[in-house]
Nanobody, 125 residues
Framework: QEQLVESGGGLVQAGGSLRLSCAASGRAFSSYGRGWFRQAPGKERLFVAGITWNGNTTYYSDSVKGRFTISRDNAKNTVYLQMNDLKPDDTAVYYC??????????????????WGQGTQVTVSS
């Protein structure tokens, strides 16, 4: 059974850092494109960052560009999201996702086939 499991969320002060992890199992996710999305209370789920299967291409939403870094370790079937200089507006549940196209730079929810259960990130001012 394919599964994506996020970890690393928590409470942090503004200006602080967190690193999220997303471990995959049950499928050859090492050959999949991967992404991170987030959903704040009462708002829609939005794209944050994406990475191609080999890690050679990464892409970000404007709101996190320069502060967040997505990376992956295919030997561990894990994707990471390093979040620096966190702001209260970054508070949300963060979800990792996967799609089967190796080189696609997808930013829409409908383009991702597999999702984790989410991890809460709270940034206090």
């Amino acid at each position: 059974q394919e599964q994506l499991v996020e970890s690393g969320g928590g409470l942090v002060q503004a200006g602080g850092s967190l690193r999220l992890s997303c471990a995959a199992s049950g499928r050859a996710f090492s050959s999949y494109g991967r992404g991170w999305f987030r959903q704040a209370p009462g708002k829609e789920r939005l794209f944050v960052a994406g990475i191609t299967w080999n890690g050679n291409t990464t892409y970000y939403s404007d709101s996190v560009k320069g502060r967040f870094t997505i990376s992956r370790d295919n030997a561990k079937n894990t994707v990471y999201l390093q979040m620096n200089d966190l702001k209260p507006d970054d508070t949300a549940v963060y979800y990792c996702a996967a799609h089967p196209l190796r080189y696609a730079d997808y930013v829409s929810l409908s383009e991702y086939d597999y999702w984790g259960q989410g991890t809460q990130v709270t940034v206090s001012s």
